[in-house]
């Protein structure tokens, strides 16, 4: 993988539909990898960053909503409490901002970039962020959480999903 290819991918690009692969053996590319995202997230100011984003086909997420960097691979909601709506924005939907009901606390069990594990607890924002990275993950954008009536209103701009 060269940097250069490292671009974000735009809905309607079929890799953002896919399920990502988990990770058997972290290894110093997918570190690399890991690095490159976060640069790329930060020049595109986001606050998180899933590797489908990228077109890579991988289970993979960076986060950062200014409290610090995670990197995690094969990242998994292993408990969840409450609920919140964010209006949700997504770096791979321009133009679209959804209000989305999540959980308001969640608890991630993952791998660091050196494959160890690790557990985060998160809430409110990131809370709300972790959902959605692990979403791309799952193939899902924030655009399936529009009721209906609201697509046929969004109309041309969702219409390539
Ligand atoms: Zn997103």
């Not at 959980?103 to 690790?118: M, S, Y």
């Amino acid at each position: 993988m060269n940097e250069t290819e490292l671009k974000i991918r735009t809905i309607g690009d079929p890799v953002l539909r896919k399920k990502t692969k988990p990770v058997k053996q972290v290894t110093a590319e997918h570190k690399r990898m890991l690095s490159l995202m976060s640069r790329l997230m930060y020049e595109s100011s986001g606050i998180g960053l899933a590797a489908p984003q990228v077109g890579l086909d991988i289970s993979m997420i960076v986060v950062d909503i200014g409290k610090g960097l995670y990197k995690l691979i094969n990242p998994r909601i292993v408990k969840k409490e409450g609920r919140q709506a964010i209006e949700e924005g997504c770096l791979s939907c321009p133009g679209i901002s959804v209000k989305v009901k999540r959980a308001k606390k969640v608890t991630v069990q993952a791998l660091d970039e050196d494959g160890r594990p690790v557990v985060v607890d998160a809430e409110n924002m990131l809370a709300c962020v972790m959902q959605h990275e692990i979403d791309h993950l799952l193939g899902k954008l924030i655009v399936d959480y529009v009721p209906m009536w609201k697509k046929a209103l969004l109309g041309k701009k969702i219409k390539n999903l």
